[in-house]
């Protein structure tokens, strides 16, 4: 967690070789990731930048993005207590889930970390990833980059080369975790975070972990950049409870990947949930790796003026008799534009697989809101049972008339409209706090439209 | 008649409305007064259910002429939830079904918006409870979500449900008889009848003589391309049901009269 003598080549505008070398040295790491990270670094150069003519990048324009020329690094103090915090973060925390482990992400550094001692007892390790270097090398050795390669696509590429900060948790066998463990990702300047979580949760054991990312910035700031990589081990009969909170401010590019591996019986439950940003991207990705395994993966979105968001998912079935089911449910309103693309993939001997897809998106206003939808199906085994469904449509007049008749006011009806839509996700999310801040968030989104339509 | 005699309740005048440039009201007159319930009948088509939702303000109907005054206020220039404030209420023929809302929730909305003053959530419970058992609802239909899944006659019930939840001066029930059974009819009925009185005035829109056995209107008009082209006493009912519709429009079809 230092946070003297930052090298001045990654406090300055611009990401180089250079750059991964002095971050490297500076965080003063083992030579097999000095290594990693270049190999990563030259991956990255190698790799072209995604155009709207590649299949995965049709729909989100990122041509005027100049990653290069971010500010690779950027510190943050060293603090004893949640109260030293900036106010902001303490603000998260408070309105956040109870937890049980606690890591704040301040820009590149991680600025504090807390453990309950129960949980240290039972051998439960939660901690930066420059710290978990350090202290359980050869487990992160073993897992780091094992999910998402460094040439997973363009950006893992710099997630790899780059990386700063980060979480590791590791759930030994058996420990059930009661209390979510939680980490936030505060971003204060202008420049660029690259945090990494890497979760193991051995055999029997079960967690919940959070992930929050927030910072103040306005769409009037100039531009940050968001890029992270998420790995997720499930093993044998285990089971995480994985969510994604991305509320950045509007000032940020985010750029995320998410991929999980299950063991025999485990079950992962992913929730993602993409609020904030100028443009978000995130894939996410269930291996269902081992018979028995299952996946819930529930989405929700909602972007507002000209908000691009845009999630990639992948129900990856290679073994057999593997359960997995998705609902992603979106709105988008004035000029914002929402793209959500998901494939389940069956693999050749994956039979018995039980695979369900869903997408929803609302269309608020009668303004140029778009929402792309584009479910895919590729199949190659014959004993499974998969569907897909994919509507989009807007708010119907006909529903808001018969709640208008009722005295409900339109603004109002349009909110229970809009909370019933998201409901379907949202009554499946079992922790409280992250529900509240949901509709509170939920509740915003609508309330700007109303102050305009008065306007 | 049998009318209290009391105010002027609603009152129609002239009214022309067309939907995507067609014309479905072609002069509509009707004038109701303060504890008085009206029947209107007619064939499918007439206008009945367009004559309902013009009065509550549907937005996809434009009013090209005429008025209409409820309790003194032009409502015309109002927002159908202001219409609903001011004591307006519809049973809808075909009720929309409100996916992730619950019935208790979107009637807490419902009732705290039209009251002056909210109610607390254990007067609202009690609330419900009493009107869900009046209408024979169970109370698990609470907490399912509006009209979805429900049954024909469900449906129906919840309509008056909320017409019992509002306490509205107007209901217009638009064929809230169709199809129930003869016990569900009788619920509604005793729904309606529980709002009888001076202070409440209703509209039922039906094709059936029967409901007009356990609410008995004051008045029965009968409405045929458009128009209210003649109206009655109860008897004009039985009469309608008895002969049909053809000597409504031979007497008054079109190119009989002006
Ligand atoms: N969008 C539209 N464009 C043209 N005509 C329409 C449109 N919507 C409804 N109509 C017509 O308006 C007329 C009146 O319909 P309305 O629903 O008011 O009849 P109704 O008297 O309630 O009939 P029913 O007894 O079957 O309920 C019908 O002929 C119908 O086809
Ligand atoms: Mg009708």
Redesign the pocket.
């Given at each position: 967690m230092s946070t003297n003598g930052v090298p001045e080549v990654l406090k300055s505008k611009g990401m180089s070789v250079e750059v991964v070398k002095a971050l490297s040295a500076f965080k003063d790491e083992p030579s097999w990731l000095t290594e990693k990270r270049l190999q990563a670094w030259r991956t990255y150069e190698k790799t072209p930048m995604p155009t709207m003519r590649d299949e995965d990048w049709r729909y989100t324009d990122i041509s005027d993005i100049e990653i290069e020329e971010f500010v690779p690094y950027a510190s943050s103090p060293d603090v004893e207590r949640e109260g030293d915090l900036p106010d902001a973060v303490q603000k998260l925390i408070k309105e956040g889930e109870e937890n049980s482990a606690l890591l704040v992400q301040h820009n590149s550094e991680t600025t504090m970390s807390r453990v309950d001692e129960e949980l240290k007892a039972k051998g439960l390790i939660f901690t930066d990833l420059h710290t978990a270097l350090r202290e359980h090398e050869d487990i992160v050795r073993q897992k780091l980059f094992g999910l998402v390669p460094e040439d997973y696509d363009k950006f893992a590429s710099l997630a790899a080369a780059l990386f700063s900060g980060g979480s590791f948790l590791y759930v030994p066998r058996g420990v059930e975790v009661e209390i979510p463990i939680q980490s936030y990702r505060w971003l204060d300047v202008i420049g660029s975070i690259m945090p990494r979580t890497l979760v193991v949760v051995d055999e029997g054991a079960s967690v919940t972990y959070i992930d929050e990312y927030a910072s103040p910035g306005t769409e009037d700031d100039e531009y940050a950049f968001s890029n992270g990589a998420v790995e997720l081990y499930v093993g044998q009969g285990a089971s995480l409870r994985y969510v994604s909170l991305q509320n950045w401010g509007r000032n940020v590019l985010h750029f995320n990947t998410i991929r999980s591996e299950a063991g025999k019986d485990a079950s992962i439950n992913s929730l993602v949930v993409s609020l904030g940003a100028d443009l978000s991207r995130t894939n996410v990705e269930a291996g269902l790796t081992a018979p028995g395994s299952d996946s819930e993966m529930l989405g929700l979105y909602f972007a507002d003026s000209n908000q691009v968001i845009d999630h990639h998912t992948l129900q990856d079935h290679i073994a057999h008799d593997a359960h997995s089911d998705l609902l992603y449910k979106g709105a988008a309103r004035d000029e914002a534009l929402t793209v959500f693309s998901g494939l389940i993939r069956v693999e050749p001997g994956a039979q018995k697989t039980d695979a369900y897809q869903t997408n929803r998106n609302l269309i608020l206003g009668t303004e140029d809101a778009m929402a792309i939808s584009l479910p895919r199906l590729e199949i190659q085994a014959d004993d499974v049972k998969c569907s897909h469904g994919s509507t989009t449509g807007q708010v119907d007049e006909e529903e808001l008339f018969y709640m208008m008749s009722r005295g409900i006011p339109r603004v109002e009806a349009e909110k229970l409209v809009v909370f019933g839509f998201f409901g379907e996700v949202t009554s499946r999310i079992t922790l409280k706090g992250v529900k509240e801040k949901l509709d509170r968030a939920i509740e915003a989104k609508i309330g700007l439209s109303s102050e305009e339509r008065v306007a | 008649m049998s009318g209290n005699g009391g105010g002027l309740m609603l009152k129609v005048e002239n009214l022309h409305a067309e939907?995507?440039g067609?014309e479905?009201l072609k002069g509509v007159d009707l004038e109701v007064n303060l504890g008085e319930i009206h029947a209107i009948m007619?064939?499918?088509?007439?206008?009945?259910?367009?004559?309902a939702n013009v009065m509550m303000g549907h937005p996809?109907y434009e009013v090209t002429e005429g008025s209409i005054t409820f309790d003194g206020e032009d409502v015309l220039e109002m927002e159908p939830d202001e219409r609903a404030r001011a004591g307006m209420f519809l049973a809808f023929?075909y009720p929309s079904e409100i996916p992730g809302v619950s019935v208790a929730n979107f009637l807490r909305t419902a009732v705290n918006s039209v009251r002056e003053q909210e109610l607390n959530p254990m007067e609202m419970y009690k609330l419900l409870q009493e009107k869900m058992k009046i209408m024979k609802m169970d109370p698990s239909f609470a907490e399912r979500y509006l009209n979805e899944g429900f049954s024909g006659g469900e449906k129906k019930r919840n309509e008056i449900l909320q017409l019992l939840m509002l306490d509205p001066k107007l209901a217009i029930l638009?064929?809230t008889d169709s199809g129930l059974d003869i016990d569900a009819l009788q619920v509604v009925a005793r729904g309606v009848n529980e709002m009888r009185g001076p202070e409440f005035s209703a509209v039922l829109?039906t094709?059936y003589q029967r409901i007009l056995r356990y609410i008995e209107p004051d008045r029965v008009h009968v409405?045929l391309d458009g128009r209210i082209v003649t109206s009655g006493g109860k008897k004009l009912a039985e009469e309608l049901e008895d002969k049909g519709y053809d000597w409504v429009r031979q007497e008054f079809g079109a190119g009989t009269q002006s």
């Open positions: - | 939907i995507d067609q479905i007619g064939p499918n088509g007439s206008g009945k259910s367009t004559l996809r023929q638009d064929e829109i094709h409405m």
